[in-house]
């Protein structure tokens, strides 16, 4: 009779802990240009091997090489660097603003900018993302007002939703931005139906689904791949892996899987990684997988390896679950000065421009604060009305809410 | 004026919709090719092409968040999940995202979309194929819970929640398909051919959300039902010759509580009725309310007959349905105090 030793529990770690030395040597990065940019009308069955390595355009020297490098002009590039910058001065004083208790709870971007600033551009006027919250570039790349972020982050009078949603959960169907939820992984398939709709009404409009690493696990992961794959939605689903899940490494989620991008395959998804800090791959990438859904092509699922350098919200602390200088060690670096650096080296910039250009932003950034505040901060000056509770619950109230509304005296 | 079983009722519920405003699409497991499991979307696809109604993958979460995602479009999507036991894997969708979406935008992004269910036991369907839900939609601010009872209220009521700006769980009371089944299992069902509620108009009208329906007047006791125990209070005040009054709620979200107030303020006895389990299920607001707005009125305990807090078993249907037995004793209790 065969022996068999007790069975025990696999639960993964990460390689690192607080007090250990980083440690990235598992994250095997291409050299920049090496990934051939196939054509979009490629079968997905001959790209397979893009699931498991990264697009890269960005070398080490600052210099845009490869297939995938000249999708932007010059000036595309600059505005693309005060996207970012806008959004990490935007980032830096809203979360002092939390600091100093004029909203409950904030959100940053840091290190993660070139992922919904670049996609953004690759987009058209009439095209739907529906975003995680940690894509508020898509907006700031997009012309929404920092003003109307800022009020909906102060939950004040002027907040364009009323003081109903969690401060970052921002709305705007003008821009392209679907109600973000704050349950996860909802969005994902919904940007599927979305896509779906445009097909059933031969539109030529497409949508792009937005989740984290640590939501590709739930359940409207596996719908989302399910339908867009059935239906071959014009949809484009982004995961962004930024390696932290709140505390959990992102091995919990991803379990035996090589990467992220490889859960399309089984679908017969066009599965692509690209690095996450590479302004000019994220947009060539993201470019390529918005034509192909344009063109019917179908939904394409792509993986952009980045890192979470800040905390994952105001109530989080990762010293706790990681090492404090993880982030210094992320070998694909910080896209802010990765972009900058590769103005420089072609001419295009100068340090000085670019301190010329912070201290600009932050003006900006400081102006729209100042006029935000104007209209209140969560617990100062004008806020929405109780009133206003009761209101947009249904399109016309109920009698049962009626009531409620009179009891509560307003 | 053509007669119409439950079904079929539902069916040109969606084909009147469909063929009035092309942004309606229907969809959902077996729905398309084959037309349903119980035959409700039957002919929709050769009609309207299978761009319009189709197959769906098995996921309700799938079938719902589409759905979400296309009415954020601008579709209005009606789709079914094919049993309501079936719908728990798209309670997300539904209570985090469908309901809320109007409020949580302010009113940017809005989902009109109807999720049709059969619900209710009585075919010896097991825990998986008899459950009624319904308490757990109508506990969700932002949606609407319908429940007809009759092929003339199903078509009006499905097309009037088409046409709903939000959203409308439409729970289809399955035993009540192909006749006005009263709970006397034993005896044949009348089929809708020869009930004066199969007559359906055969073109669009609508019966409107939130107004409940008086079946059976009555001076001595309210009886508050819908779908399947609507026919089973009328049998129970036939069986014991209590002058009951049957009140058909109809919708449940929003509720018609005018009409539930005047007749108890008139009758002054009031029994709740459902197939549902007891404990926390929608009988307990009835309850509530009628005591909120009618305690001065009432002259006996309001009672509650309802399904037992077990699963929905399958040798023991008949003693777990709260059949007219049941019902009857709780009327004669209402009677007595």
Redesign the interface.
């Given at each position: 009779m065969m022996e068999y030793a007790p069975l025990s529990l696999h639960v993964p770690e990460p390689e690192v802990r607080p007090g250990d030395t980083p440690d990235f040597s598992r994250v095997v990065i291409p050299r920049a240009g090496s990934v051939a940019r196939p054509p979009v009308d490629v079968d997905p069955k001959d790209i397979r091997d893009l699931a498991y390595s990264i697009i890269r355009v960005l070398n080490r020297d600052g210099e845009a090489v490869g297939d995938w490098a000249g999708t932007l002009t010059d000036d595309e590039l600059k505005e693309g660097l005060r996207h970012m910058m806008t959004l990490r001065a935007f980032d830096a004083r809203m979360l002092t603003a939390q600091r100093q208790g004029k909203t409950s709870f904030y959100m940053q971007h840091m290190g993660e900018e070139a992922v919904s600033c670049a996609f953004r551009r690759a987009m058209e006027p009439g095209d739907m993302n529906f975003p995680t919250y940690r894509q508020a570039g898509l907006l700031i790349a997009g012309g929404y007002p920092m003003v109307d972020m800022m009020n909906q982050i102060f939950s004040n009078e002027a907040d364009p939703i009323k003081g109903r949603q969690l401060p970052v959960m921002y709305a705007s169907k003008e821009h392209g931005f679907f109600s973000i939820s704050g349950n996860l992984g909802t969005q994902f398939v919904q940007a599927v139906g979305w896509a779906m709709a445009s097909a059933i009404r031969n539109d030529t409009r497409i949508a792009a689904g937005w989740i984290g690493d640590g939501s590709t696990a739930e359940s409207d992961f596996h719908a989302a791949l399910v339908f867009a794959s059935t239906y071959r939605a014009p949809v484009v689903l982004n995961i962004v892996n930024n390696q932290w899940a709140i505390s959990t490494y992102q091995g919990i989620a991803r379990g035996g899987s090589g990467t992220f991008a490889a859960r399309g395959l089984g679908f017969g998804l066009p599965a692509l990684r690209v690095d996450g800090n590479d302004y000019l791959a994220v947009h060539a990438v993201a470019k390529w997988a918005v034509e192909r859904a344009r063109r019917g092509l179908g939904p394409t699922l792509v993986e952009y390896v980045t890192y979470r350098v800040g905390a994952h919200s105001t109530s989080d602390d990762p010293s706790a679950y990681r090492p404090k200088t993880e982030s210094d060690a992320w070998p694909l670096g910080d896209p802010v000065i990765r972009l900058r650096n590769h103005l420089i080296k072609r001419g295009l910039w100068s340090e000085d421009r670019h301190k010329q250009m912070e201290a600009e932003i932050m003006d900006g950034v400081v102006a729209a604060q100042k006029e935000a505040e104007r209209h209140g901060t969560l617990h100062s000056g004008g806020k929405p009305s109780v009133r206003d509770m009761f209101e947009g619950v249904y399109a016309e109230m109920p009698p049962h809410l009626r009531r409620q509304r009179q009891k509560a005296g307003v | 004026m053509p007669r119409m079983t439950m079904i079929e009722a539902i069916r040109s519920a969606m084909d009147v919709s469909m063929g009035r405003d092309e942004?309606v699409?229907v969809f959902g497991e077996d729905v398309g090719y084959f037309g349903g499991v119980f035959r409700c979307t039957a002919g929709l696809q050769q009609k309207y092409g299978k761009?319009?109604c189709f197959d769906?993958?098995i996921?309700e979460?799938?079938i719902v968040?589409?759905?979400?995602?296309?009415?954020?479009?601008?579709?209005k999507p009606c789709v079914e999940v094919q049993f309501a036991d079936y719908v728990y894997?798209a309670y997300?969708?539904i209570v985090?995202?469908a309901a809320r979406?109007?409020?949580?935008?302010?009113?940017?992004?809005?989902c009109p979309i109807v999720i049709r269910m059969p619900t209710g036991g009585g075919i010896f369907g097991g825990q998986t194929h008899s459950q009624s839900p319904e308490a757990l939609f109508t506990h969700v601010?932002?949606l609407?819970v319908v429940v007809p009872s009759n092929p003339r209220d199903a078509k009006g009521l499905l097309i009037a929640a088409i046409e709903d700006?939000?959203p409308v769980i439409f729970l289809e009371p399955k035993r009540l398909y192909n006749g006005p089944f009263d709970g006397h299992h034993d005896r044949p069902v009348t089929p809708w051919s020869k009930h004066e509620f199969g007559e359906v108009p055969e073109d669009h009208f609508t019966v409107p959300l939130?107004k409940a329906e008086i079946r059976r007047e009555g001076a001595a006791v309210t009886v508050l039902a819908y779908g399947t125990m609507v026919y089973v209070a009328q049998a129970a005040a036939e069986d014991t010759g209590i002058d009951a009054e049957v009140i058909d709620l109809r919708t449940l979200?929003?509720?018609d509580?005018?009409a539930i107030v005047k007749s108890v303020k008139k009758t002054g006895r009031c029994v709740v009725v459902h197939e549902a389990t007891l404990t926390s299920g929608f009988g307990a607001e009835l309850a509530a309310l009628v005591q909120e707005h009618c305690f001065y009125h009432l002259e006996t305990p309001i009672q509650r007959v309802t399904g037992w807090d077990t699963p929905y078993p399958h040798a023991q249907e008949w003693d777990y349905f709260p059949g007219p037995r049941r019902v009857g004793e709780a009327l004669v209790a209402a009677m007595e105090g």
């Open positions: - | 942004t699409v761009s319009r769906a993958p996921s979460l799938g968040g589409t759905a979400i995602g296309m009415a954020a479009y601008g579709l894997p997300d969708q985090s995202e979406i109007r409020y949580r935008s302010n009113g940017q992004f809005t601010s932002g609407k700006p939000d939130g979200l929003p509720l509580l005018d």
